[in-house]
């Protein structure tokens, strides 16, 4: 459950994204305030689309939205009926997305202001305005997240026999067998740095963890400084060895490393007295800015932006709370932090390692385990055997809902057998995140090198995955697959697979097009749809899409995809303009979003007209929302919900109409700036009338009061509305998914 960042507003748009959209439409960007296109390349309304008549605070803060996402996740932790390692990974999960939330947008924030670029936000508040809302939220969150743990999580563990404990807590025993460990793993990897006029202050790494060590010589009595970094390949938590060397499934004690290290500094510094240590970790900018107009190699340009990232300016300083204020002064002063930018905690810092605590091998403290099945339209007859993927899906389309569907018995099994079957001439393939040990990759590399023709469009601009994706990026490349890296300006977000194969009446074209990522490992986590079809205007339209995305093709028109940055804004608003115009004929009109994060003022106010016409508008979103709902004379027929839980709810849906009478779209693109205007992102329209019952069922449950959910309100606030008013919970949407799943595999197998 991570965030997702969007970094630039429409009007930093730069010059050079503007050329790639014509590159790549072979339309002219509209500026701000201009008319935008319709998805058939019409001019649409002038008036209304530029916000006229609409208050200017209809936006709630993008960036406070999202600290208000981090908070639902951490309720998840704090609530005493969630399973208990479920909790301890939700603390987790809360850690590493706000360090994700420094490195990115608090980063990109405080550089534009530095630069003076940064201008007031949609929700009205000034650049400095904003960074001080941020601090105090993060401040008060952060506090919380400590003090769940310390409070509630902590205890509740050690009562099922789950310790972490420090160094003073251990028995003779114990610490013996881990004076040795330390001996043998720990002491040599260790480099103790000093500061004084001939040892500068070291540089200090984004997201490690460090001991600040105040020392005294024996001899002249004078104080020193040193640093000492804990080795990031350390087992963050150390799991303390029985004294028989065997492992009690039902009771676990872990020592944090940074303890063990702490305990053996004397051994460190010899001859010097240790009067203190304190335990810090600083985060810094990380965000990548690569200009590839001017990069004649994105790849080579790439890694070594990735270099740099390694020296981005602190933004954070965590700071054990009980830390001497001189030493404190010291690091604010070498890292070029301000006051507001310190946080103190109490130990352990980084909570991130509480995923080891998570997997503890303790079923009964978990989610009772879940095991996809094959998609009932792929296997007919519950069989060991796999189904052909591409009679399957000659049959009809078939729609795929993952966790609950196998993704390596559709998505994966489909690329396998393309690569394996000899009546497959060429794939094309977009890749945006996958596992570096991914099947996916592996059936790539066999289709080359079984001669077919293979392209793969991979983005390997994605986020904090650069590295990994250079990697499997050359791999493909050695193996023979063109590989191409998208379009200059703009990310390769869409989730696309084409297979070419020869049949008795010529070529046929199997398509896939999904809302996640091709990765197995986060398709057992993601909440995800993907549509299988052989229709020949898919099969047109991806072909047409390939090739712009490889070679020239910018005037091509789509049958039954929409594609940013040229037609999902503009087809999305015409679909709500139609749903208007049926409002204002007194007939009854439906719009229905599920989106991560929906920012998009365009989209917004599109929306807030037609909840003004009259039309109902439900907006089901995980992560970040600018909407306003039920604020009289703006948004009063419109609703918005939030669901979290054990998966994380990833997939796009747009449903036009009552029941999804007009139209039904899923595809890879969230309502944000940078998914319209700065990726390449495609929709595709659900025809089958069995699937729009079915996407269109998934919004009315998510949006039902029957279910656990969080309701936004028109004041910005967030409540959790999990109880029914007689007290027992409400259902778990997810939950009831899994059994409806496991019902039908039954009743098929009856």
């Known amino acids: 459950m991570t965030a997702t960042s969007d970094s630039a507003t429409p009007a930093e748009t730069s010059p050079a994204h503007t050329g790639a959209l014509t590159a790549v439409t072979g339309e002219t960007t509209s500026a701000a305030g201009a008319r935008p296109r319709a998805a058939n390349g019409r001019f649409m309304p002038a008036g209304p689309a530029d916000g006229e008549q609409l208050p200017t605070d209809r936006f709630l803060d993008r960036e406070i939205s999202w600290l208000q996402f981090n908070e639902r996740v951490l309720q998840l932790a704090a609530d005493p009926d969630m399973y208990l390692l479920e909790r301890a990974r939700f603390l987790s999960i809360f850690a590493s997305n706000l360090d994700e939330f420094f490195m990115v947008r608090v980063a990109g924030l405080k550089r534009r202001i530095a630069t003076g670029l940064a201008v007031r936000s949609a929700s009205g508040l000034e650049p400095r305005e904003l960074l001080d809302r941020i601090m105090s939220t993060a401040q008060g969150l952060m506090a919380a997240h400590a ?29 013996a067998r881990l004076d040795e460990w330390f001996a043998a793993q720990v002491f040599p990897v260790l480099t103790p740095l000093a500061v004084d006029p001939a040892h500068p202050f070291p540089y200090i790494s984004g997201l490690s963890l460090n001991l600040a060590v105040v020392l005294e010589n024996r001899k002249s009595g004078s104080e020193h400084f040193a640093r000492v970094k804990v080795p990031p390949l350390l087992p963050r938590l150390v799991q303390i060895p029985a004294a028989d060397g065997e492992e009690d ?148 389309d078939v729609l795929v809902q993952h966790p609950y569907d196998s993704f390596s018995t559709s998505v994966q099994a489909f690329v396998e057998q393309a690569a394996a079957d000899p009546r497959v001439v060429a794939i094309k393939q977009t890749l945006y995140r996958t ?86 490992k986060t398709a057992r986590l993601y909440e995800d749809f993907g549509l299988f079809t052989a229709d020949p205007h898919v099969g047109e339209d991806l072909t047409k899409l390939f090739n712009q995305l490889s070679g020239w093709a910018p005037r091509s028109k789509f049958s039954r995809l929409l594609v940013a940055p040229s037609s999902i804004r503009s087809g ?52 970040i929302c600018s909407l306003r709902p039920g604020v009289p004379g703006l948004s009063e027929n419109l609703r918005v919900r939030s669901i979290l839980g054990r998966f994380l709810e990833h997939s796009r849906i747009f449903v036009f109409g009552p029941g999804g009478r007009d139209a039904v779209y899923i595809g890879s693109a969230d309502m944000m700036h940078r998914n319209l205007d700065r990726r390449v992102e495609a929709l595709v329209r659900i025809t089958d009338r069995g699937h729009v019952e079915e996407l269109v069922n998934v919004l009315t449950r998510g949006m039902s009061d029957e279910f656990s959910s969080w309701h936004l309100a028109g004041d910005g606030r967030w409540t959790r509305h999990h109880r029914a008013e007689d007290g027992t919970p409400l259902l778990d949407l997810q939950s009831v998914l899994i059994d409806e799943h496991a019902a039908k ?4 197998r009856g």
Not at 157 to 172: P, R
Not at 280 to 302: G, I, K, S, Y
Not at 311 to 338: K, M, Q, Y
Not at 745 to 748: F, L
């Open 745 to 748: 595999r039954s009743a098929r």
């Open 249 to 396: 499934l039902y009771s676990a004690r872990f020592v944090p490393v940074e303890e063990v290290i702490a305990a053996h500094l004397p051994e460190l510094f010899p001859g010097m007295v240790v009067r203190e240590h304190f335990s810090f970790r600083v985060t810094r900018n990380e965000d990548l800015e690569v200009e590839e107009d001017d990069a004649e190699n994105l790849l080579a340009a790439l890694e070594k932006e990735l270099t740099r990232r390694r020296f981005g300016p602190a933004v954070r300083l965590e700071i054990e709370e009980r830390t001497d204020d001189h030493v404190l002064d010291l690091l604010t002063r070498e890292l070029g932090v301000s006051p507001r930018e310190v946080f103190r905690l109490p130990t352990p810092l980084d909570l991130r390692c509480l995923d080891v605590i998570a997997d503890l091998d303790r079923t009964e403290l978990k989610y009772p385990p879940f095991v996809p099945r094959t998609h009932r339209d792929i296997n007919r007859h519950e069989s060991a055997k796999a189904a052909d993927m591409f009679a399957a899906i000659r049959r009809k």
């Open 147 to 175: 003090r769940i743990f310390d409070e509630q999580v902590r205890p509740a563990l050690a009562e099922e026999d789950i310790l972490i404990v420090g160094w003073d807590d251990l028995a003779a025993p114990e610490r």
């Open 572 to 623: 999305l608003i015409e679909r709500i303009e139609e749903q208007i115009a049926r409002a204002e004929k007194g007939q009854d009109a439906y719009v229905g979003i599920k989106v991560n994060s929906i920012v998009d003022e365009r989209i917004i106010d599109s929306l807030y007209r037609a909840s003004q016409a009259g039309v109902r508008v439900d907006v089901l979103v995980r992560g």
């Open 435 to 520: 596992s570096g040990d991914s099947p996916i990759i592996d059936a790539l590399v066999a289709a080359a090198e079984a001669g077919k023709q293979v392209l793969a469009v991979v983005e390997i601009k994605a986020r904090f995955d650069e590295q990994n994706n250079i990697d499997w990026a050359r791999k493909l490349e050695h193996a023979g697959v063109h590989v191409v890296y998208g379009v200059v300006g703009l990310k390769t977000h869409c989730k696309l697979s084409l297979v070419i194969r020869a049949e008795s009446g010529g070529l046929s074209r199997y398509c896939h097009v999904g809302t996640g990522n091709y990765h197995p």
